[in-house]
């Protein structure tokens, strides 16, 4: 479906939209093995968009086994790598063909503006597939140095059946980037999408089947978390799990390794990442785009989101000022409204989440300055208004804990010292941002921050070629894009020979 942004075709598109709602195992839709389904509601108007199948292990088991047997069989894995690059690169064109089906069916289910998907989240993962699939056939093994009585040779293998468990808040996007390379490197998987927002995944699932992806070779159980997540990272013949959402639900995801086979864990976790503005930084009009950008993107719902604003005091007020003026052009709205740049929070539990932060940042004395409030109540969707709080102090609630809304935290500092403790104050370590006209600064403060990705004088998660992935509670070994993200879904291989 070839959408424009314009209102009018949007409506006419989302009238002939269907559902995929049935589990997709071994190359087929099915129901869940008990019959149940659940409503997948749309958080723009907090109504029932459509029923979904409610799996349970049973279903898990199914898939597994699926994906078992496509790996033993070599169906994909021990396919020449030129062959399976040919077969991702049709992948990415024919989600490129069906782009605008993709993206209104984020937009509907997780309520991401249609801006944001069809020129961000659609786009990206189209390109993730394509720049994976051309890595397949670029990357050599190694041969040891050893003596000439010897080869040893180093490969690396696909590890075999991966259970991939994604978020919410980039549905589509963040399956790209957990498959993308788990499919390049010629492993079986069983991706579990979020309970609010499985649709997207589910129609992705046909794609690849049409794109000429073997029958049990990408395998999608839609299912709550506790029931199907925890069934996936328990079983005995999952060798990998790949997770992005809470550092919460990532800690207990080790325990479940421990305590099965020891299968592999990657973690893409939360984030409280900081934005530091310096009194030597540059234009403020276009600091103050890219600050309120890099909060309030994504309805703040983002891992990268820089909900810490820590400007030197000098600048505070002007830079404020702007930011002020800017958040105008951060429209409320309906998501199916190219116009919209917030739409609603994922679900009404959220929203109570994020509108109990605000009342926190209010009890504990900051002062705020901009929204704060829920909005379009009418609507029946979960909206909140944009939100920045001043006069915030680095032990408050609002400053230490992962708000996922659009809430920002402003702190000031005197000292670039000062300005390198604030921002490295938090348990998390994932990306931030920073903004200097003094190159050695920058390069300084950039490498004594401690998280994933920094970015200078930009809000930036980098592109297809650079690694994501946070230090400290902000990630386990995980990184999606680059050629970083295949080797985590290898194992590697010592072959020694010894010749005559
Ligand atoms: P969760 O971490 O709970 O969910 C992420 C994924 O894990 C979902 O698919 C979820 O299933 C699944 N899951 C939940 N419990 C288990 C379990 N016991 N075993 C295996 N899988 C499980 O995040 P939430 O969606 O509940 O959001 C809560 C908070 O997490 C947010 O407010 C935010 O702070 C953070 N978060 C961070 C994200 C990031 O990008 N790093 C993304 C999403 C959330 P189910 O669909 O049933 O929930």
Redesign the pocket.
């Known amino acids: 479906m070839n959408l424009k942004l314009e209102s009018k075709a949007i409506k006419a598109a989302v009238s002939q939209l269907k559902f995929r709602t049935q589990a997709f195992i071994d190359g087929r839709y099915v129901n869940a093995a008990s019959g149940k389904t659940y409503a997948s509601i749309n958080p723009a108007t907090g109504k029932p968009l459509t029923e979904i199948a409610a799996c349970e292990a049973a279903d898990v088991d199914a898939a597994v086994k699926a994906a078992r047997r496509s790996f033993e069989q070599g169906v994909w894995a021990k396919r020449p790598p030129a062959e399976r690059k040919q077969v991702l690169l049709r992948f990415a064109d024919l989600i490129e063909e069906n782009l605008g089906e993709l993206a209104l069916l984020d937009c509907l289910d997780a309520g991401k503006p249609i801006t944001d998907c069809l020129t961000m989240d659609l786009p990206d993962s189209v390109h993730c597939f394509r720049w994976h699939a051309e890595a397949i056939d670029k990357e050599y093994d190694r041969v040891a140095p050893t003596g000439p009585a010897n080869v040893a040779m180093i490969i690396r293998e696909p590890l075999g059946v991966i259970g991939a468990?994604?978020?919410?808040?980039f549905p589509f996007q963040m399956g790209a980037w957990k498959l993308g390379p788990i499919l390049a490197t010629g492993n079986s998987v069983v991706v579990?999408?979020?309970?609010?927002t499985s649709l997207s995944l589910l129609r992705l699932a046909e794609i690849a089947a049409e794109a000429g992806i073997p029958d049990g070779v990408l395998n999608v159980v839609p299912g709550?978390?506790?029931v199907i997540?925890?069934a996936?990272?328990k079983h005995p013949d999952v060798d990998a799990v790949a997770?992005?959402?809470?550092t919460?639900?990532g800690r207990?995801?080790l325990h479940?390794s421990a305590e099965s086979n020891l299968k592999r864990v990657v973690l893409?976790?939360?984030?409280k990442n900081p934005q530091v503005v310096f009194d030597d930084a540059g234009d403020l009009d276009y600091i103050a785009r890219q600050a309120l950008n890099c909060v309030f993107w994504n309805m703040g719902e983002?891992?990268s989101s820089g909900s810490r604003l820590i400007v030197h005091r000098k600048l505070k007020a002007k830079l404020l000022a702007r930011m002020i003026e800017f958040s105008r052009e951060w429209i409320v709205g309906s998501p199916l409204d190219p116009a919209t740049k917030i739409g609603p929070m994922i679900e009404e539990s959220?929203l109570n989440?994020v509108l109990g932060y605000i009342e926190s940042g209010k009890k504990e004395g900051a002062k705020l300055i901009l929204g704060g409030q829920r909005a379009l109540l009418k609507t029946g969707g979960y909206f909140v208004e944009p939100t920045i709080f001043d006069g915030v102090k680095p032990g408050m609630t609002i400053a230490r804990e992962?708000i996922?809304g659009p809430v920002l935290s402003v702190l000031t500092f005197n000292t670039e010292e000062e300005a390198i403790a604030l921002a490295n104050d938090t348990q998390y370590g994932l990306t931030a941002s920073l903004y200097s006209e003094n190159v050695s600064r920058a390069n300084r403060v950039a490498r004594a921050i401690r998280a994933g990705t920094v970015s200078v004088n930009c809000f930036s998660e980098g592109d297809a070629t650079t690694p994501f992935g946070g230090y400290k509670q902000s990630g386990f070994f995980g990184r999606d894009k680059s050629i970083f993200a295949h080797h985590q879904y290898c194992e590697l291989k010592t072959i020694w020979m010894q010749l005559t």
């Open positions: 468990i994604l978020p919410w808040n579990k999408p979020a309970r609010q709550g978390g506790s997540g925890a996936l990272c997770f992005t959402g809470s919460e639900v207990q995801l479940y893409e976790l939360g984030g983002n891992c959220h989440k992962e996922f």
